[in-house]
């Protein structure tokens, strides 16, 4: 068994389609060629170069060394490992088809892989430090085999995708021939380093208590619930000095590290009407099941749905407002950097 790494497109814009249709796909467009007849890579290679004439050869042999894995190599019974970008943990599925064509597209949709989802919306800080570091590749697609990880992922399989033991993540890599090193997305990794810090200091109801800064730096007025049972909100938030004006929300925390469903944000809407609040805010630390989004189209109006994702953009987007105590707990700098990008 092998474990792949696809991306869902730079930014998640395939990714409600990988995950409806149970598909992946190679996602360059215009590749409306039969990938699955041609023998050689330099096949492929002279494929690419006739749709792609203004690239440069070397991202030419970057994306032969991405795209004819997955026609050839990628076997039924692999894992396939997608990161997720609408909330910061990571889908796993299992192959179950070969690689398919079709010439109608559209584009970029001609090749493809079925497969069955097994591992959803797995938290990131389930994995292994050095594992998460293979998933931050810029590489769209590629085989995650570095520290053991095959044998790593699969024993977190067989555990129903509880967190990695901490003897498993500091196991001496496999020996073997070197490989070379991927540029990684360093943006992912200091993300990954601030989660863990979040979760080492604000365990279980310290979590409220960040969130509330939070709002507090939006300019809301709040009451936090005192830890145990909240009455179906953890944070009751106003605007306004003394927290009278709408938008009025009802705010539900949740620090466990496994998914939230659907039937915990209903009861969330229902706490909404009980405290006469104008819209409810869910904040999962585990993020929330892959159809929960989806299902609450309709309460689009009366709530929202913060992952560690959106908790993290709206940290960095008040931290230069928040209380200097929680400042000291969770000390951070702005940094800048180049922003590369695959193939450069």
Not at 86 to 102: H, L, P, T
Request: aromatic residues 10%; proline residues 4%; contains cysteine.
């Amino acid at each position: 068994m092998s474990v792949w790494l696809i991306r869902a497109g730079s930014h998640g814009e395939y990714e409600q389609k990988f995950l409806q249709e149970r598909k992946v796909y190679v996602t360059w467009d215009d590749l409306d060629v039969n990938l699955g007849k041609l023998k050689e890579r330099s096949d492929l290679m002279e494929v690419l170069n006739q749709r792609y004439p203004d690239k440069q050869p070397k991202a030419i042999q970057n994306w032969v060394s991405q795209i004819w894995p997955f026609v050839k190599e990628i076997k039924k019974g692999d894992l396939i490992v997608l990161p997720l970008k609408s909330q910061r943990a990571v889908q796993i599925g299992e192959v179950v088809g070969e690689y398919q064509f079709n010439r109608k597209g559209p584009s970029p949709y001609f090749h493809w892989r079925q497969v069955k989802w097994i591992g959803d919306a797995i938290p990131r800080a389930h994995f292994g430090k050095d594992i998460l570091n293979t998933f931050g590749a810029f590489l769209t697609i590629c085989r995650v085999k570095r520290n053991n990880a095959e044998e790593r992922i699969k024993a977190m399989r067989a555990n129903g995708w509880e967190p990695e033991s901490i003897s498993a993540a500091i196991k001496p890599a496999s020996t073997g021939t070197a490989e070379a090193e991927e540029a990684t997305d360093i943006e992912v990794l200091a993300g990954d380093q601030i989660a863990q810090l979040i979760s080492a200091r604000f365990k279980g109801h310290g979590l409220t208590r960040l969130v509330e800064a939070i709002l507090k730096a939006q300019g809301y007025t709040t009451y936090r619930s005192p830890e145990g049972a909240d009455g179906g909100a953890d944070i009751l938030a106003g605007a306004g000095p003394l927290g009278f004006s709408a938008p009025k929300l009802c705010v539900e925390v949740k620090s466990e590290s496994s998914p939230i469903d659907r039937p915990t944000v209903d009861k969330l809407l229902g706490a909404v009407t009980k405290f006469g609040a104008n819209e409810g805010l869910f904040v999962s630390w585990g993020g929330f099941k892959t159809n929960v989004r989806k299902e609450l189209a309709a309460s689009f109006f009366r709530v929202r749905l913060w992952t560690q994702k959106e908790l993290l953009e709206q940290l960095f987007a008040n931290y230069d407002r928040l209380d200097e105590d929680i400042k000291a707990e969770l000390p951070l700098k702005r940094i800048w950097t180049v922003a590369a990008q695959e193939g450069e």
